[in-house]
C-alpha cells in the first residue's frame, strides 16, 4: 500500500487524484488531505477517505475543523497552518506527496517532501519556476523521487528513455512544449483590454482552477512551464521549443538525434498522467476514455504569437536567467492574476504589472530558500504598489 498526502486536495489536481485513488484501494491509501480554507469539503473527502490526517492551512478554522471532523466519525485528526502542511509532507509513513495546492505557499512543503527523500508527483509548478536550482539539487542530494503531474512534463517524461530523467546522453535535440493558446488564441488583440474573468476562465479544453486558467489565457502558463522544463530535464533553453496546437490532443513531444520525434497523446484530462505518475513505471486504470482518432480528425499547429501574448515573453526571457528573476516574474504575476480575478486590473494589465515589476525588483543568483522567499516578498508589495497606482 503507497501512503499518500494530497496537498490541496480541494482543488482541480486534488480531486482527480483522488478520483484516481478511489479506483485503486487495493494500492493506494490517503494518509492526509489539505486545503486553505473550505472545510465542508475537506471533511466530506475525509469521510470518504479516511486520512490519519486533515490540514487546514487558514489557523483560524482549525476549531471548526476539528468540530467536523469529530462530528463526522471519521477519525482524521486536524492540524493547521504551514506546520500542519509540512508535517504531513514529511512524516515517515508517507511515500508519495501530490503536490497540488497552487501559487508559492507550495514550495516549502513541497521542499519538505523532497528533503525527506520522498516520491514526489509535482502540479505545483510555481515552486520549480521559484527555486529551479535549489529544488532540483534537493531532489538529487536527498535522492528524492519526482514525477511530473503537468501534463506536458508528464508527457515529455513519457517520451523520454525509461532509464533517462534527463536529456543529457539520450540523444534528445528538442522538447516540443505543446500549448492550446486559451480561449483567446484568436480573438481580436485590441478587445482583448475588455475581456472579463469569466471569459478568461472559460479554458476551450481543460477544466482547472481560475488562477491556472488566467495563466493560461494569457500563456504564463506556458512561461512557467517552460521554465518548470528547463529545471525538470536540465535543459537549454534553445531545446525547448512552444508549439500551439489548439485541440491538446498531443500533450508534447521530443525529438532524437535519428529524426524521431515521439509524442505522447490522450484526451486532455488530468487523471491519465495522475494516474501515470502514481503507478509509475506499471500503468493502471485512470477512467479517461481512449482517445477517438476519428472523432479528432485533425491536429493544427501555429507558432507562438508573442504580441498577442506578452506574459510567454517575459517568462521566456526569465527562463534564459540563473538569477531568481523568474522568482519576481511569479510572485509579481500571482499578485496581478489575483487582482485581474477581482476587477482591479484589466487582463492586459497583467503582462504591464509583471514587467514593471522584473525591471524594480533586484533579483540575484541564490539557492538560499529564506533569501528567495523575501524576494518573492518584496515583488509582491512592488506588484501590488503598481496596482494600486
Ligand atoms: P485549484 O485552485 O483548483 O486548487 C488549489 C488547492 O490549493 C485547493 O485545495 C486549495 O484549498 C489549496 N490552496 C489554495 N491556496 C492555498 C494556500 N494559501 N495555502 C494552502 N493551500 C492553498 O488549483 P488547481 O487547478 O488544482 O492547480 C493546483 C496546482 O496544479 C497549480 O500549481 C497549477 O498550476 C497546477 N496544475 C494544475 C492543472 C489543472 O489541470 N488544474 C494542470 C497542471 C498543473
Ligand atoms: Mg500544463
Given at each position: 500500500?503507497q501512503?499518500i498526502?494530497?496537498?490541496?486536495?480541494?482543488?482541480?489536481?486534488?480531486c482527480?487524484t483522488l478520483?484516481?485513488?478511489?479506483?485503486h484501494?487495493?494500492?493506494y491509501q490517503?494518509?492526509?488531505?489539505t486545503?486553505?480554507?473550505?472545510?465542508?469539503a475537506?471533511?466530506?473527502q475525509?469521510?470518504?477517505?479516511?486520512?490519519?490526517y486533515a490540514?487546514i492551512s487558514?489557523?483560524t478554522?482549525?476549531?471548526?475543523l476539528q468540530?467536523?471532523?469529530?462530528?463526522?466519525?471519521c477519525?482524521?485528526?486536524a492540524?493547521?497552518?504551514l506546520?500542519g502542511?509540512v508535517?504531513?509532507?514529511?512524516?515517515?509513513d508517507v511515500d508519495?506527496?501530490v503536490?497540488a495546492i497552487?501559487?508559492s505557499?507550495g514550495?516549502?512543503p513541497t521542499?519538505?517532501?523532497?528533503?525527506?527523500?520522498?516520491?514526489?508527483?509535482?502540479?505545483?509548478k510555481e515552486?520549480?519556476?521559484?527555486?529551479?536550482?535549489a529544488f532540483?539539487d534537493?531532489?538529487k542530494d536527498?535522492?528524492?523521487?519526482l514525477?511530473?503531474?503537468?501534463s506536458e512534463?508528464?508527457?515529455?517524461?513519457?517520451?523520454l528513455?525509461?532509464?533517462y530523467?534527463?536529456?543529457?546522453?539520450?540523444?534528445v535535440?528538442k522538447?516540443?512544449?505543446?500549448?492550446s493558446?486559451?480561449p483567446?488564441r484568436s480573438?481580436?488583440v485590441?478587445?482583448?483590454?475588455?475581456?472579463?474573468p469569466?471569459?478568461?476562465?472559460a479554458?476551450?479544453?481543460?477544466?482547472?482552477g481560475?488562477k491556472?486558467?488566467?495563466?493560461s489565457?494569457?500563456m504564463?502558463n506556458?512561461?512557467?512551464?517552460?521554465i518548470?522544463a528547463?529545471?525538470?530535464?536540465?535543459?537549454?533553453?534553445d531545446?525547448?521549443?512552444?508549439?500551439i496546437?489548439?485541440?491538446?490532443?498531443?500533450h508534447?513531444m521530443v525529438?532524437y538525434?535519428?529524426g524521431?520525434?515521439?509524442?505522447?497523446?490522450?484526451?486532455?484530462?488530468m487523471?491519465?498522467?495522475?494516474?501515470?505518475?502514481?503507478?509509475?513505471?506499471q500503468r493502471?486504470q485512470s477512467?479517461v476514455?481512449?482517445?477517438?482518432l476519428?472523432?479528432?480528425a485533425?491536429?493544427d499547429f501555429?507558432?507562438?504569437?508573442f504580441?498577442?501574448f506578452p506574459?510567454?515573453?517575459?517568462?521566456?526571457t526569465?527562463a534564459r536567467e540563473d538569477?531568481t528573476l523568474a522568482a519576481?516574474m511569479?510572485?509579481?504575476?500571482?499578485i496581478?492574476?489575483?487582482?485581474f480575478?477581482?476587477?482591479a486590473?484589466?487582463?492586459?494589465?497583467?503582462?504591464?504589472?509583471?514587467?514593471n515589476?522584473?525591471?524594480k525588483?533586484?533579483?540575484?543568483?541564490?539557492?538560499?530558500l529564506?533569501?528567495?522567499?523575501a524576494?518573492d516578498?518584496?515583488?509582491?508589495?512592488?506588484?501590488?504598489?503598481l496596482?494600486?497606482r
Amino acid at each position: 500500500m503507497q501512503q499518500i498526502t494530497v496537498l490541496g486536495s480541494t482543488g482541480s489536481i486534488g480531486c482527480s487524484t483522488l478520483d484516481v485513488i478511489k479506483r485503486h484501494e487495493q494500492r493506494y491509501q490517503v494518509f492526509a488531505l489539505t486545503a486553505h480554507s473550505s472545510v465542508d469539503a475537506l471533511v466530506k473527502q475525509c469521510v470518504e477517505f479516511k486520512p490519519q490526517y486533515a490540514v487546514i492551512s487558514d489557523g483560524t478554522r482549525l476549531d471548526e475543523l476539528q468540530a467536523k471532523l469529530s462530528a463526522s466519525g471519521c477519525g482524521s485528526q486536524a492540524l493547521a497552518g504551514l506546520d500542519g502542511l509540512v508535517f504531513v509532507s514529511r512524516h515517515e509513513d508517507v511515500d508519495t506527496i501530490v503536490s497540488a495546492i497552487v501559487g508559492s505557499v507550495g514550495l516549502f512543503p513541497t521542499m519538505a517532501a523532497v528533503k525527506s527523500g520522498k516520491k514526489i508527483l509535482l502540479a505545483n509548478k510555481e515552486s520549480l519556476v521559484m527555486a529551479g536550482k535549489a529544488f532540483m539539487d534537493a531532489v538529487k542530494d536527498h535522492n528524492a523521487t519526482l514525477l511530473p503531474l503537468d501534463s506536458e512534463h508528464n508527457a515529455i517524461f513519457q517520451c523520454l528513455p525509461q532509464s533517462y530523467q534527463t536529456l543529457h546522453g539520450a540523444g534528445v535535440e528538442k522538447i516540443l512544449l505543446t500549448a492550446s493558446g486559451g480561449p483567446f488564441r484568436s480573438y481580436p488583440v485590441d478587445e482583448l483590454k475588455f475581456v472579463t474573468p469569466d471569459q478568461a476562465c472559460a479554458h476551450p479544453n481543460w477544466s482547472m482552477g481560475r488562477k491556472i486558467s488566467v495563466d493560461s489565457a494569457s500563456m504564463m502558463n506556458k512561461g512557467l512551464e517552460f521554465i518548470e522544463a528547463r529545471w525538470m530535464f536540465d535543459a537549454q533553453v534553445d531545446q525547448i521549443q512552444v508549439v500551439i496546437h489548439p485541440q491538446s490532443v498531443i500533450h508534447s513531444m521530443v525529438q532524437y538525434a535519428d529524426g524521431s520525434t515521439l509524442a505522447q497523446m490522450g484526451n486532455p484530462d488530468m487523471r491519465t498522467p495522475i494516474a501515470h505518475a502514481l503507478a509509475w513505471p506499471q500503468r493502471v486504470q485512470s477512467g479517461v476514455k481512449p482517445l477517438d482518432l476519428f472523432s479528432v480528425a485533425r491536429l493544427d499547429f501555429e507558432e507562438p504569437d508573442f504580441e498577442r501574448f506578452p506574459c510567454l515573453r517575459l517568462a521566456m526571457t526569465a527562463a534564459r536567467e540563473d538569477s531568481t528573476l523568474a522568482a519576481v516574474m511569479n510572485a509579481a504575476n500571482e499578485i496581478a492574476v489575483d487582482a485581474f480575478l477581482n476587477n482591479a486590473i484589466r487582463f492586459t494589465e497583467i503582462a504591464t504589472v509583471v514587467e514593471n515589476t522584473m525591471s524594480k525588483v533586484a533579483s540575484p543568483v541564490t539557492t538560499d530558500l529564506e533569501e528567495i522567499v523575501a524576494i518573492d516578498s518584496e515583488a509582491r508589495v512592488v506588484a501590488k504598489s503598481l496596482i494600486t497606482r
